[in-house]
């Protein structure tokens, strides 16, 4: 266990730069870009690593994950949601999370609308694009995108702040460029139609094996896991990685 917070640091630093030389290479400013370090299935003790390297932007994709890791942690940190979302689960988490990544229905927005107002806060939320079309994945097509769009806007306590996806998984992140600029030009579509309580400032694409490509297509939110705290073992599934 002793190598491993070095390791954290030291992975945190590596993805900072290669983020850093990305942007210079798309002519971008690196302050535009949030690093979100992923978290799931690890252990406390390494999200304290991270923040002890920096990181105060963490990602969870379990509403029963990220609500008992917040308590076990310090409050300046910023919780995102990014996985998928039931609506039973919505009451736990709004309050909670900074951004909610994952909103892809008008139920799921309904609902945290709901929330929301009855716990009179306004919660930001990224709607979730299934950019590549792809059968297994979450998020909505990029057809029914604006109309979508339109109708969540119009509910009260929540914020739409932009788009985000889940690319292909691939071994050449290169294959993936074309997903983010097709991503990125939807937000710029969409912010082009000036829809009330909508801003298409936050495109959050890009994980371990394609951010610095999203970097470079205008992602200002990648969300990096492996990158930072090593491979995921899900045999200890079931039991709370706390
Ligand atoms: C797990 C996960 C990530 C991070 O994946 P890595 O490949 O480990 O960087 C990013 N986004 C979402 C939605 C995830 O579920």
Same mark, same amino acid.
């Given at each position: 266990?002793?190598?491993?917070?070095?390791?954290?640091?030291?992975?945190?630093?590596?993805?900072?730069?290669?983020?850093?030389?990305?942007?210079?290479?798309?002519?971008?400013?690196?302050?535009?870009?949030?690093?979100?370090?992923?978290?799931?299935?690890? +252990?406390?003790?390494?999200?304290?690593?991270?923040?002890?390297?920096?990181?105060?932007?963490?990602?969870?994709?379990?509403?029963?994950?990220?609500?008992?890791?917040?308590?076990?942690?310090?409050?300046?940190?910023?919780?995102?949601?990014?996985?998928?979302?039931?609506?039973?689960?919505?009451?736990?988490?709004?309050?909670?999370?900074?951004?909610?990544?994952?909103?892809?229905? #008008?139920?799921?927005?309904?609902?945290?609308?709901?929330?929301?107002?009855?716990?009179?806060?306004?919660?930001?939320?990224?709607?979730?694009?299934?950019?590549?079309?792809?059968?297994?994945?979450?998020?909505?097509? +990029?057809?029914?995108?604006? +109309?979508?769009?339109?109708?969540?806007?119009? #509910?009260?306590?929540?914020?739409?702040?932009? #788009?985000?996806?889940?690319? +292909?998984?691939?071994?050449?992140?290169?294959?993936?460029?074309?997903?983010?600029?097709?991503?990125?030009?939807?937000?710029?579509?969409?912010?082009?139609?000036?829809?009330?309580?909508?801003?298409?400032?936050? #495109?959050?694409?890009?994980?371990?094996?394609?951010?610095?490509?999203?970097?470079?297509?205008?992602?200002?939110?990648?969300?990096?896991?492996?990158?930072?705290?090593?491979?995921?073992?899900?045999?200890?599934?079931?039991?709370?990685?706390?």
């Amino acid at each position: 266990m002793r190598g491993i917070p070095k390791l954290i640091r030291e992975n945190l630093e590596t993805v900072r730069k290669n983020i850093a030389e990305a942007c210079r290479r798309a002519g971008r400013n690196p302050d535009e870009v949030t690093l979100i370090a992923v978290s799931k299935t690890k +252990p406390v003790s390494l999200l304290w690593e991270a923040y002890n390297a920096g990181a105060r932007e963490f990602g969870e994709n379990k509403v029963q994950e990220l609500t008992d890791k917040l308590p076990a942690l310090p409050s300046d940190i910023r919780w995102h949601m990014i996985g998928h979302l039931q609506r039973n689960k919505v009451k736990y988490v709004v309050g909670k999370a900074a951004l909610i990544h994952s909103v892809d229905s #008008l139920r799921l927005a309904e609902e945290i609308s709901r929330e929301s107002v009855k716990q009179n806060i306004l919660t930001d939320i990224l709607l979730e694009v299934n950019i590549a079309g792809e059968e297994s994945k979450f998020g909505i097509s +990029p057809e029914d995108l604006l +109309p979508l769009t339109e109708q969540i806007a119009e #509910l009260s306590g929540i914020r739409i702040k932009g #788009l985000m996806t889940v690319a +292909p998984f691939t071994e050449i992140a290169e294959e993936n460029r074309r997903y983010f600029q097709k991503l990125k030009q939807l937000s710029v579509d969409i912010a082009d139609k000036n829809i009330d309580n909508v801003s298409m400032n936050i #495109l959050s694409m890009g994980m371990t094996g394609d951010y610095t490509v999203a970097v470079e297509e205008g992602a200002t939110c990648v969300r990096v896991g492996t990158g930072i705290f090593g491979e995921r073992d899900y045999t200890q599934q079931g039991s709370a990685p706390v």
